[in-house]
């Protein structure tokens, strides 16, 4: 199965609590399927070094390890949704967050006469959250992202997609901020695996192996999801 042969966009969710694998895995089911990932994550860091009224409003939230308010995630979420590239099916990495956006989220949807194929949820050990999350870097010019000791980069420096050799760090990838994020996963994330559990699309993937073993995994759930 490709994105060719899907009759309609297909809606995927990643949920997993900070440093799970979600921007790893999405950006690898992003050229296997033809998907498009709409990270809220990278949506908001975009508004913050826009300037935009989300933004400023975003920042210290974000820097916090706190959620951002459920009505400017929802509006960049829907603004994004709308442009016609999503037509090809998209993977929802790090959205929905909150009840009320899976809320929001179920609406949009049904709108748009679309439907969630899987909300996978990848599953792993706090633990090792703060080990995966410290080590994290990113290609600024392409955004790939790496880690220092799991995914490291042939070159040193150098980045192994674009050859871009301007690599980021995140403010909020300290392990003090990490805790919060985990908090805040935990109370207000967690819940939607029952969400969706109740609706019928829930799957559970094992997210601590290896990147490539997972990727395996979760590309049988998505051709299946899918089909
Ligand atoms: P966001 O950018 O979504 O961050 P997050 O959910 O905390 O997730 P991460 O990006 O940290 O982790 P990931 O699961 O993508 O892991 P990755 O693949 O990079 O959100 C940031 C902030 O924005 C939030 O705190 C909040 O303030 C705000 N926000 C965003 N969306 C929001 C929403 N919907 N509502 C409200 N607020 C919102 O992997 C991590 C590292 O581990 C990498 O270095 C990678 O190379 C490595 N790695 C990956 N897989 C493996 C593996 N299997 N083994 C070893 N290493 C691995």
Do not use: W
């Amino acid at each position: 199965m490709d994105a060719h042969t899907m009759t309609k966009p297909a809606v995927l969710i990643l949920l997993g609590p900070p440093g799970a694998g979600k921007g790893t895995q999405a950006r690898m089911l992003e050229e296997k399927f033809g998907l498009v990932q709409l990270s809220t994550g990278d949506l908001l860091r975009a508004a913050v070094a826009a300037g935009t009224e989300a933004g400023q409003a975003a920042k210290a939230v974000m820097e916090a390890g706190e959620l951002v308010s459920d009505e400017i995630v929802i509006n960049i979420l829907r603004d994004r949704m709308a442009q016609p590239d999503c037509a090809k099916g998209v993977i929802l990495d790090g959205f929905p967050r909150t009840t009320v956006q899976a809320e929001a989220l179920d609406a949009l949807l049904a709108e748009n006469g679309q439907s969630i194929n899987a909300a996978i949820s990848l599953q792993v050990d706090d633990a090792a959250m703060v080990t995966r999350i410290s080590g994290r870097f990113t290609c600024g010019a392409c955004g790939e992202g790496y880690h220092d000791t799991f995914k490291p980069t042939k070159v040193a420096g150098i980045c192994d997609k674009c050859g871009g050799t301007d690599m980021k760090r995140r403010p909020d990838d300290t392990a003090e901020t990490v805790a919060s994020r985990l908090v805040a996963y935990h109370e207000q994330t967690a819940p939607l695996i029952a969400y969706y559990k109740a609706r019928g699309v829930l799957n559970s993937i094992d997210a601590m192996g290896d990147i490539d073993a997972i990727a395996a995994d979760l590309g049988a759930l998505v051709k299946q999801a899918t089909a």
